[in-house]
């Protein structure tokens, strides 16, 4: 490595020595790092330490450590992450690219060998349970049964994945959520070079840094380590030793004072900061939260709003290193050498936070006083719209004049609705009535102070008499041993399974899809009635059709309000006011009842949560139960891919490939278009990971080879099986296709004949006759989860360009990935302002030329469209191929075939 600042030196810890990359040895040269961001010190750092004259030059650092805050980004770096961090959903398609890839060397005549992690990737499994039972003290080891039962092809490939790659870990299920795992055990905050097999030379201390397949990477922002979530595409490539290329972003920054009210909760707060920085704008930026506020804020509470910086749409939510985190790794069980070199090395960097630190420059400012958040939710669609609790009511009822028509007027749901045969009381099931309530997710399962309320207000609705509606299907998914540890010594368990919040396992359950069935009844009451109905969860995500399939209504909130509404069995209510229901003496209940003090969570965390909790629950955390361990795999280099499995099949990526690169692009020409698209098409519409329709594509593809209703799974569980996935593509239960009126679920036209029929078979039929496709969309297309099969899928289908008015940034960067070229209308224009029905030709003119000469002549490219009377409309559309980086994964059809040929090319 390059040395061209003089920035190489010693830090001494203890009794060990470290190299390190000293910050200062700028300030020498005139640069004044007082006034950068934190995030971008720690950038700073990274391509000071990677400079190798080719991808990272001297040039580089200069221009980062002269950041102007008011620039428009325009000057590429490359990040190297000190590690990469994956969970089952998408880590398997990771795993199983990197294994087709290694028949492809082998086939190429290379050394599969060579396909191994550079950096340290951990995956912990976690997506894969689901809460089929509920409700009951088995209910663990039901639901844990059942995902080793659905999911034993996925892992034994997992395990072979463990024994056949190096520098590849799996955390076995059971153990947590990926976010909580590593924000509790897996984060070192200063990574040693000594943690990676594959280092060599000296022992080098640096930031811990990571890129992980997940959106929700980002909660680990909360303890100061810079990362972010990107598509399974381009952390594959991190794992091979390619950096993550990006543009110097600009950077938000957000001052926090003040302290939360009584009554108000972490929940409350990271609600209230996603509608502001929604507001203002934050996507594709760096967000860095400062001020005298942070002294007020545990740890928790601020992973808490790191985590949910993909819902806010930034790329980073992130707190610098103070006293506080150097307090939370005592607790969590890190070694006490570790957390002396944490404090050493950010101090002798000038990273650590105190009172006595000058606030950098930032690209623009926003101030909240803590003290002004209240108790709210958001809801019924999107995490952004956050409703007063007060509100919500009155919020419900406006949604539901939408979701089904007519006046959706203030009347009292409750008094009508269709009667529900479900226990020997009568009840009836109306629009607002709460079917699932779940505490789940990494949001807030990580946070000591809402899982502890949650319990007290179960203790006192206990003491009251009071219980769950019977038509709530209640669960407890705690993000980690630790909490169930804290939970029972506080006393709180009995209580919450009292009220029927049971423990259904430890991962990501409702907040990902995998809520499980509804009992029949509910379910024909809702079919009968075509009604709203609502779930009430603590998670992070409440888009269309991804919570439960029969639930439109979705509204998150903290893990107390949970309780409190699955009590109330009904969101179209004021808590606030009305209440709960009636105690033992017949008297009315309200929230503020049984809504505990700030004084009393402080004190039962403190007499309830032991350092040794941690340390106990993370132990083993490598190794997995007798299921695990007794699970049967394959040996050997390359994966011995079965014909018959419906799970885990050799993709058709590297099919045909040839050694060299192509000398030019294939031009767009004569594409018709497959969908036309609204605004905040989310991933889970492009690529949904929930249940699979028996009378979909993919529930015929998987009838047709032997598999029973039963067994289905979901689409997420199969992301292991290019067949089922590209089947899955646009087949969200909500998606509407402008080009098929009057469907919903993923249809589209044969434009040649008009014929309407599944997306999936109009795509089959387009390809077939070699015809190109195409996507027309509104703002925000691919917001949500970092999905990569949402690229993938299109790709196989064939769909070679999407024309949208704004992309979220790492679906577009997964859509280069895979060859998938994203075409941005001009500002103030979309495909109604042009004229645009979906019904026409398209051609990209010139699109060779321009990457050729690598967009020498601007990014902004001719569309012409072709109507049906032979008439063209033509207009200007950017092309978002944003760096020269991608425009070489482009050239090469995706950043795999791009890698691999580097790797041939490396080893010839």
């Given at each position: 490595?390059?040395?061209?600042?003089?920035?190489?030196a010693?830090?001494?810890v203890?009794?060990?020595?470290?190299e390190?990359?000293?910050l200062?040895?700028?300030?020498?040269?005139?640069v004044?790092?007082?006034?950068?961001?934190y995030?971008?010190?720690?950038?700073?750092?990274?391509?000071?330490?990677?400079?190798?004259?080719?991808?990272?030059?001297?040039?580089?650092i200069?221009?980062?450590?002269?950041?102007?805050?008011?620039?428009e980004?325009?000057?590429?770096?490359?990040?190297?992450?000190?590690?990469?961090?994956?969970?089952?959903?998408?880590?398997?398609?990771?795993?199983?690219?990197?294994?087709?890839?290694?028949?492809?060397?082998?086939?190429?005549?290379g050394?599969?060998?060579?396909?191994?992690?550079?950096?340290?990737?951990?995956?912990?499994?976690?997506?894969?349970v689901?809460?089929?039972?509920f409700?009951?003290?088995?209910a663990?080891?039901?639901?844990?049964d059942?995902?080793?039962?659905?999911?034993?092809?996925?892992?034994?490939?997992?395990?072979?994945?463990?024994?056949?790659?190096?520098?590849?870990?799996?955390?076995?299920?059971?153990?947590?959520?990926?976010?909580?795992?590593?924000l509790?055990?897996?984060?070192?905050v200063?990574?040693?070079?000594?943690?990676?097999?594959?280092?060599?030379?000296p022992?080098?201390?640096?930031?811990?840094?990571?890129?992980?397949?997940?959106?929700?990477?980002?909660?680990?922002?909360?303890?100061?380590?810079?990362?972010?979530?990107?598509?399974?595409?381009?952390?594959?490539?991190?794992?091979?030793?390619?950096?993550?290329?990006?543009l110097?972003?600009?950077?938000?920054g957000?001052?926090?004072?003040?302290?939360?009210?009584?009554?108000?909760t972490?929940?409350?707060?990271?609600?209230?900061?996603?509608?502001?920085?929604?507001?203002?704008?934050?996507?594709g930026?760096?967000?860095?939260?400062?001020?005298?506020?942070l002294?007020?804020?545990?740890?928790?509470?601020?992973?808490?709003?790191?985590?949910?910086?993909?819902?806010?749409?930034?790329?980073?939510?992130?707190?610098?290193?103070?006293?506080?985190?150097?307090?939370?790794?005592?607790?969590?069980?890190?070694?006490?050498?570790?957390?002396a070199?944490?404090?050493?090395?950010m101090?002798a960097?000038?990273?650590?936070?105190?009172?006595?630190?000058?606030?950098?420059?930032?690209?623009?400012?926003?101030?909240?006083?803590?003290?002004?958040?209240?108790?709210?939710?958001?809801?019924?669609?999107?995490?952004q719209?956050?409703?007063?609790?007060?509100?919500?009511?009155?919020?419900?009822?406006?949604?539901?004049?939408?979701m089904?028509?007519?006046n959706?007027?203030?009347?009292?749901?409750?008094?009508?609705?269709?009667p529900l045969?479900?226990?020997?009381?009568?009840?009836k099931?109306?629009?607002?009535?709460?079917?699932?309530?779940?505490?789940?997710?990494?949001?807030?399962?990580?946070?000591?102070?809402?899982?502890?309320?949650?319990?007290?207000?179960?203790?006192?609705?206990?003491?009251?008499?009071?219980?769950?509606?019977?038509?709530?299907k209640?669960?407890l998914?705690?993000?980690?041993k630790?909490?169930?540890e804290?939970?029972?010594?506080?006393?709180?368990?009995?209580?919450?399974?009292?009220?029927?919040?049971?423990t259904?396992?430890?991962?990501?359950?409702?907040?990902?899809?995998?809520s499980?069935?509804?009992?029949?009844e509910?379910?024909?009451?809702?079919e009968?009635?075509?009604l709203?109905?609502a779930?009430?969860?603590?998670?992070?995500?409440?888009?269309?059709?991804?919570?439960?399939?029969?639930v439109?209504?979705n509204?998150?909130?903290?893990?107390?309000?949970v309780?409190?509404?699955?009590?109330?069995?009904?969101?179209d209510m004021?808590l606030?006011?009305?209440?709960?229901?009636?105690?033992?003496?017949?008297?009315?209940?309200?929230?503020?009842?049984i809504?505990?003090?700030?004084?009393?969570?402080?004190?039962?965390?403190?007499?309830?949560?032991?350092?040794?909790?941690?340390?106990?629950?993370?132990?083993?955390?490598?190794?997995?139960d007798?299921?695990?361990?007794n699970?049967?795999?394959?040996?050997?280099?390359r994966?011995?891919?079965?014909?018959?499995?419906?799970?885990?099949?050799?993709?058709?990526?590297?099919?045909?490939?040839?050694?060299?690169?192509p000398?030019?692009?294939?031009?767009?020409?004569?594409?018709?278009?497959l969908?036309?698209?609204?605004?905040?098409?989310?991933?889970?519409?492009?690529?949904?990971?929930?249940?699979?329709?028996?009378?979909?594509?993919?529930?015929?593809?998987?009838?047709?080879?032997?598999?029973t209703?039963?067994?289905?799974n979901?689409?997420?569980?199969?992301r292991?099986?290019?067949?089922?996935?590209?089947?899955?593509?646009f087949?969200?239960?909500r998606?509407?296709?402008?080009?098929?009126?009057?469907?919903?679920g993923?249809?589209?036209?044969?434009?040649?004949?008009?014929?309407?029929?599944?997306?999936?078979?109009?795509?089959m039929?387009?390809?077939a006759?070699?015809t190109?496709?195409m996507?027309?969309?509104?703002?925000?297309?691919?917001?949500?989860?970092?999905?990569?099969?949402a690229?993938?899928?299109?790709?196989?289908?064939?769909?070679?360009?999407?024309?949208?008015?704004?992309?979220?940034?790492?679906?577009?960067?997964?859509?280069?990935?895979?060859?998938?070229?994203?075409?941005?209308?001009?500002p103030?224009e979309?495909?109604?302002?042009?004229?645009?029905?979906?019904?026409?030709?398209?051609?990209?003119?010139?699109?060779p030329?321009?990457?050729?000469?690598?967009?020498?002549?601007?990014?902004?490219?001719?569309?012409?469209?072709t109507?049906?009377?032979?008439?063209?409309l033509?207009?200007?559309?950017?092309?978002r191929?944003?760096?020269?980086?991608e425009?070489?994964?482009?050239?090469?059809?995706?950043?795999?075939?791009?890698?691999?040929?580097?790797?041939?090319?490396?080893?010839?």
């Amino acid at each position: 490595m390059k040395n061209s600042f003089a920035a190489r030196a010693t830090l001494k810890v203890g009794e060990r020595e470290y190299e390190i990359y000293r910050l200062d040895a700028l300030a020498q040269q005139g640069v004044n790092l007082k006034r950068l961001p934190y995030s971008l010190r720690i950038l700073l750092e990274n391509l000071l330490r990677t400079e190798n004259g080719r991808s990272v030059t001297a040039d580089d650092i200069r221009a980062l450590a002269a950041w102007q805050p008011q620039a428009e980004p325009d000057r590429e770096v490359a990040f190297t992450p000190a590690r990469v961090i994956l969970q089952d959903f998408t880590g398997v398609p990771c795993v199983v690219d990197l294994a087709a890839m290694r028949d492809a060397m082998a086939e190429m005549g290379g050394d599969p060998s060579l396909i191994n992690p550079l950096q340290p990737v951990e995956l912990v499994i976690d997506h894969s349970v689901q809460v089929d039972a509920f409700g009951s003290e088995a209910a663990l080891l039901i639901n844990k049964d059942l995902e080793f039962e659905r999911n034993k092809e996925r892992y034994a490939f997992l395990r072979w994945g463990q024994t056949a790659f190096q520098n590849f870990k799996v955390v076995p299920p059971g153990n947590g959520i990926v976010h909580q795992v590593n924000l509790e055990y897996l984060a070192r905050v200063v990574f040693t070079s000594d943690e990676n097999p594959r280092a060599t030379g000296p022992v080098q201390a640096y930031p811990d840094t990571l890129v992980g397949t997940d959106s929700h990477t980002t909660m680990i922002n909360g303890l100061g380590v810079l990362g972010w979530g990107v598509g399974g595409i381009e952390a594959e490539a991190a794992m091979l030793g390619q950096p993550v290329s990006m543009l110097i972003p600009q950077v938000v920054g957000f001052r926090l004072t003040g302290k939360l009210s009584e009554g108000a909760t972490a929940t409350d707060l990271v609600l209230t900061v996603t509608e502001m920085l929604r507001k203002h704008g934050v996507v594709g930026k760096f967000v860095e939260f400062f001020g005298p506020g942070l002294a007020e804020l545990p740890l928790a509470d601020r992973a808490t709003i790191a985590n949910m910086a993909p819902e806010y749409g930034a790329t980073c939510g992130i707190f610098p290193v103070d006293a506080e985190t150097l307090r939370y790794l005592r607790f969590s069980g890190r070694s006490e050498e570790r957390v002396a070199l944490v404090e050493a090395y950010m101090k002798a960097q000038g990273l650590f936070h105190d009172a006595s630190t000058p606030a950098a420059e930032y690209t623009s400012l926003l101030e909240l006083d803590l003290a002004t958040v209240e108790p709210s939710v958001a809801g019924p669609k999107r995490p952004q719209d956050r409703v007063r609790l007060s509100g919500v009511n009155e919020s419900f009822h406006q949604a539901v004049k939408t979701m089904i028509g007519g006046n959706g007027n203030n009347g009292d749901f409750a008094a009508s609705g269709v009667p529900l045969p479900y226990t020997d009381a009568e009840h009836k099931l109306h629009h607002g009535s709460v079917v699932i309530a779940a505490i789940t997710s990494c949001t807030n399962t990580s946070n000591p102070s809402v899982m502890v309320a949650a319990g007290l207000v179960a203790k006192k609705a206990v003491e009251r008499g009071l219980n769950t509606k019977p038509w709530v299907k209640p669960s407890l998914a705690p993000g980690s041993k630790v909490v169930t540890e804290y939970l029972n010594k506080a006393g709180l368990t009995p209580y919450l399974d009292a009220i029927r919040f049971n423990t259904v396992g430890y991962g990501c359950t409702t907040c990902i899809g995998n809520s499980g069935p509804l009992p029949e009844e509910v379910s024909a009451a809702i079919e009968q009635g075509s009604l709203v109905v609502a779930s009430v969860l603590s998670g992070n995500r409440n888009f269309e059709g991804r919570v439960q399939s029969e639930v439109k209504a979705n509204y998150l909130m903290s893990p107390p309000l949970v309780v409190a509404y699955a009590l109330a069995g009904r969101i179209d209510m004021d808590l606030t006011s009305e209440s709960l229901g009636t105690d033992n003496e017949g008297k009315p209940v309200f929230l503020r009842d049984i809504w505990p003090t700030q004084a009393e969570v402080e004190g039962t965390i403190a007499q309830a949560i032991e350092s040794d909790m941690y340390r106990s629950s993370y132990a083993s955390v490598f190794v997995g139960d007798d299921l695990w361990e007794n699970i049967a795999i394959p040996t050997g280099d390359r994966f011995e891919w079965e014909a018959t499995s419906t799970y885990v099949r050799r993709p058709p990526y590297f099919d045909g490939m040839s050694k060299a690169a192509p000398t030019e692009v294939q031009p767009i020409a004569g594409a018709r278009v497959l969908a036309v698209l609204g605004d905040s098409i989310t991933t889970d519409h492009i690529s949904p990971a929930g249940s699979i329709k028996v009378n979909s594509p993919t529930g015929k593809y998987l009838i047709e080879h032997g598999v029973t209703t039963s067994e289905f799974n979901s689409y997420g569980s199969r992301r292991g099986n290019d067949e089922v996935m590209v089947r899955g593509t646009f087949a969200n239960i909500r998606l509407r296709n402008q080009l098929a009126p009057g469907t919903e679920g993923g249809f589209a036209p044969y434009l040649p004949t008009g014929e309407v029929m599944p997306l999936y078979d109009a795509a089959m039929r387009y390809k077939a006759d070699g015809t190109p496709l195409m996507i027309l969309a509104g703002k925000e297309y691919g917001s949500g989860s970092s999905r990569d099969w949402a690229a993938k899928g299109p790709y196989l289908q064939g769909i070679k360009a999407v024309i949208a008015e704004s992309y979220e940034r790492i679906h577009r960067s997964n859509l280069v990935g895979m060859g998938v070229l994203p075409l941005q209308f001009l500002p103030g224009e979309h495909a109604a302002s042009l004229g645009l029905t979906g019904t026409e030709t398209f051609t990209v003119i010139g699109l060779p030329e321009a990457i050729a000469n690598s967009f020498a002549n601007g990014r902004e490219l001719t569309v012409e469209a072709t109507r049906e009377d032979g008439s063209v409309l033509t207009f200007k559309a950017l092309a978002r191929i944003d760096t020269p980086q991608e425009i070489q994964y482009y050239i090469h059809g995706g950043i795999l075939q791009y890698v691999l040929r580097q790797l041939l090319n490396e080893a010839a």
